[in-house]
């Protein structure tokens, strides 16, 4: 990684920016995945249209992936040079005397969030891959829904995802204010913008929660 | 009031340094903590020991000379003000008290308690000044209005000791409040604005090749200035360092 990624600010930047399109594309998710609360037919129509719109598909899914990736892989990059930058640990540190817990501890919400994202890739992503580009199966419109039902039959997988969503909610209230910060972005409005980050941080994974337990509760 | 404090020894940069126990006794709550340091050596020297080597020089908290860890915060647990003016008042009989030296890479320990912090020394070498010529031409400075607010903004980033303290508290030891304050108390006065594009760059660039580490946003060097630095500056710093990028 050569030229302007090599200075620390830089770095921090291109992490606040793919930081803030993940976020973007949560909100995005969010509300589809909302419909589903209300309507199997609503959630269905607009499942199928962002699993073959070719634009979906072809441009923004890949941008997604990269994004995902260049955010742990710069997220990593940056977790080693702070660790170098402390050879020698303190005999007693008193990070709460100065600074929430939530920021000090991004890498591990962030890889609980990364061992999440795994198991989604699993139950949905990897599937919807195989059913669509491997073995071709003709298209399903009304699928979608009873797919998604099925994952949160199981208790097991509805507590990793609630317990994963609330770490993804630790994660984003320290990362989604602190992004504005990286770069540069701190004016009169940054107490409002700090309260707003702070909002969505906690409602759209308490959302993401209601859906998981909806779902289950639905099918005892 | 008696003590327990535990001190870290090390005999110089390359041994390998410990946390001793020494028990202390007769300290008053109006002392200061370097006072504290200092009958603690008395002590030591009566009994032929090798004294606990700690930094200092004005004590009033001008000079920034003063670091030590106490307690895992710096400077201890009073805000806003460095080692030399946190009084034993701030502690209570029978208490244990944890001294290290500032820990970062880029400041190595050079004996006990005291750091090498020239690591700031060359960032400030590297542009934190504006170049003047000083042939006898010399412009006033005060012959160029100065927006107040700006002014003032300029004063409180100068205010800046350079102790390190934003280092020793920063989970990833960056200098990032430390380097923007030096620019932002340049940036934002128009003696300043000639050079600034070259003036973020090259006290970046010294930063990075120094070995400090990221900002994560954290805001504990902001909460441990003992000049209240705010973080204000390091937005500002890189807002300048986007700007400067984008000129090549």
Redesign the interface.
């Known amino acids: 990684m050569g030229g302007?990624l090599?200075?620390?600010?830089?770095?921090?930047?291109a992490m606040a920016l793919s930081g803030l399109f993940l976020v973007l594309f949560l909100a995005q998710h969010f509300t589809i995945n909302f419909l589903s609360v209300f309507s199997k037919d609503l959630f269905n129509e607009v499942s199928h249209f962002m699993g073959t719109n070719f634009f979906v598909q072809a441009l923004l899914q890949p941008v997604l992936i990269f994004g995902v990736i260049f955010h742990f892989v710069m997220g990593f990059i940056?977790e080693a040079?702070?660790r170098?930058?402390?050879?020698?640990?303190?005999?007693?540190?008193?990070?709460n005397?100065?600074?929430?817990w939530m920021?000090?501890n991004?890498i591990y919400t962030g890889l609980v969030v990364l061992a999440f994202l795994g198991l989604h890739f699993y139950d949905f992503w990897f599937p919807e891959m195989i059913h669509k580009y491997i073995e071709s199966h003709p298209e399903d419109v009304a699928r979608y829904y009873d797919e998604l039902v099925a994952k949160f039959q199981s208790p097991v997988r509805t507590i990793l995802y609630v317990v994963s969503f609330v770490f993804l909610a630790l994660h984003l209230y320290?990362g989604f204010s602190?992004s504005f910060?990286?770069?540069?972005?701190?004016n009169k409005y940054a107490k409002g913008l700090r309260g707003f980050t702070q909002a969505y941080a906690i409602i759209i994974p308490l959302g993401f929660i209601f859906i998981a337990l909806f779902h289950y509760i639905n099918n005892l | 009031m008696k003590l327990n404090l535990k001190i870290w020894r090390q005999e110089n940069a390359t041994a390998k340094g410990k946390i001793v126990d020494y028990p202390v006794d007769g300290i008053d709550g109006d002392m200061s903590f370097l006072e504290m340091l200092d009958i603690l050596n008395e002590q030591l020297v009566e009994k032929g020991e090798d004294t606990i080597q700690f930094d200092h020089d004005c004590r009033e908290g001008i000079c920034g000379s003063c670091s030590l860890q106490i307690n895992g915060e710096p400077h201890g647990p009073d805000k806003l003000i460095a080692t030399c003016q946190l009084h034993m008042r701030s502690f209570k009989d029978g208490d244990t008290i944890y001294i290290e030296p500032f820990r970062a890479k880029a400041f190595p320990v050079i004996k006990d308690l005291i750091v090498d912090r020239t690591a700031f020394d060359r960032i400030q070498q590297a542009w934190g000044y504006v170049s003047v010529n000083t042939s006898g031409n010399t412009v006033d400075a005060n012959t160029i209005p100065v927006e107040k607010e700006k002014a003032d903004e300029s004063f409180n980033a100068a205010t800046c000791i350079g102790c390190g303290a934003c280092v020793a508290a920063c989970k990833n030891a960056s200098a990032m409040l430390f380097t923007s304050a030096k620019v932002s108390q340049y940036a934002l006065l128009p003696q300043g604005r000639v050079e600034a594009t070259e003036r973020v760059k090259a006290m970046v660039r010294q930063m990075d090749e120094e070995g400090f580490g990221n900002c994560s946003n954290t805001g504990a060097c902001e909460i441990e200035c003992p000049k209240g630095i705010s973080l204000e500056n390091i937005a500002r710093m890189n807002r300048e360092y986007l700007a400067a990028s984008t000129k090549g």
């Open positions: 302007f090599n200075s620390t600010i830089a770095r921090k930047v940056l040079k702070n170098g930058a402390r050879n020698i640990k303190y005999v007693k540190f008193n990070g005397a100065n600074s929430s920021s000090r991004m320290h602190s910060q990286s770069m540069g972005w701190r």
